[in-house]
């Protein structure tokens, strides 16, 4: 068993709250394009950092990409993100960066089909961002304020994109 953590696990942390909320007020489609972008801008070169020439993250981004566009269907994309992406993060215990990036991939991804998945860049690509920036050996302390600081930066792009009094926003029980 690996002595790192997988995720952030505090949903309560007042910088998970402020994204939730916003969260809580966008169509499905801003969102899965939000997390999308975010994981292809942000997490994608921290996973090809780790694992070079390994693209099944990237492919399950291009999948829910297809989908969105309408050219292919649903249980397609759930294949390419659990055989592929999900696959490469079960394969990455030794690796804590690029399994969490991986996570990362498959949560964006995945949020095409639920939008609740869309936190899962949160929980899980803020804490590769720390990883990535401070090492995996780092003070947990250290992660979580880099990690904290991620997701303000997750907020502040969900924002510039937000579409402002959506007349649709995503229908979301957190269950937390």
Known sequence: MSKYRKMLNDWQAPYIQSLMRLIETQSKTTLANWCL??????????????????????????????????????????????????????ELDSNPIA???????????ASIHAPTHSLGLAFYGALAVAYDKLGIDAEWDSLLSAAAEECTNMETALRAVAIENEPNPAKISWNC
């Open 99 to 109: 399994q969490a990036a991986a996570r990362t991939c498959g949560q964006a991804a």
């Open 37 to 90: 972008d975010y994981a292809e801008r942000v997490i994608v070169p921290i996973y090809e950092k780790q694992c070079p020439g390994d693209s099944r993250p990237q492919n399950a981004l291009n999948a829910a990409r297809e989908w969105l566009s309408g050219n292919m269907k649903l249980p397609e994309v759930k294949k390419i993100i659990l055989n592929e992406c999900h696959a490469a993060a079960r």
